[in-house]
Nanobody
Framework: QLQFAESGGGLVQPGGSLTLSCTST??????????IAWFSQAPGKGREGVSC???????IYTETAKGRFTVSRDDDKHTVFLQLTRLQTDDTATYYC???????????????????WGQGTQVTVSG
């Protein structure tokens, strides 16, 4: 199973933008076969789905992310990106990425239990 390091978070004003990165730290592992998803966890709340991307398939987004967030991947760099735009105070959370399957995002991607989580990257929308 891949391990990841998330980065790119920070403090931003409402309406601002950030680009988060999720880079595999597992040396020698295949990367392009995996579907990778972003989740967020707001203070005092459980982890919630944001977006999922698998090679050769259209990305999927939860309702709160549609139209504002864009996921992409660079398999050569073993990295998945999440571009956040038009940020709102409700987007304040720690953002995590994890492997959710192979070749495609599973239908129940947002409700499955996942075991491997990194440190996440903190996004704070305030101002």
């Amino acid at each position: 199973q891949l391990q990841f390091a998330e980065s790119g978070g920070g403090l931003v004003q409402p309406g601002g933008s950030l680009t988060l990165s999720c880079t595999s730290t597992t040396v020698g592992a295949l990367f392009d076969v995996y579907a990778i998803a972003w989740f967020s966890q707001a203070p005092g709340k459980g982890r919630e789905g944001v977006s999922c991307i698998a090679g050769g398939h259209d990305p999927i987004y939860t309702e709160t992310a549609k139209g504002r967030f864009t996921v992409s991947r660079d398999d050569d760099k073993h990295t998945v990106f999440l571009q956040l735009t038009r940020l709102q105070t409700d987007d304040t959370a720690t953002y995590y990425c994890t492997v959710v399957g192979r070749y495609d995002c599973p239908r129940d991607v947002w409700t499955r239990a996942y075991d491997d989580w990194g440190q996440g990257t903190q996004v704070t929308v305030s101002g």
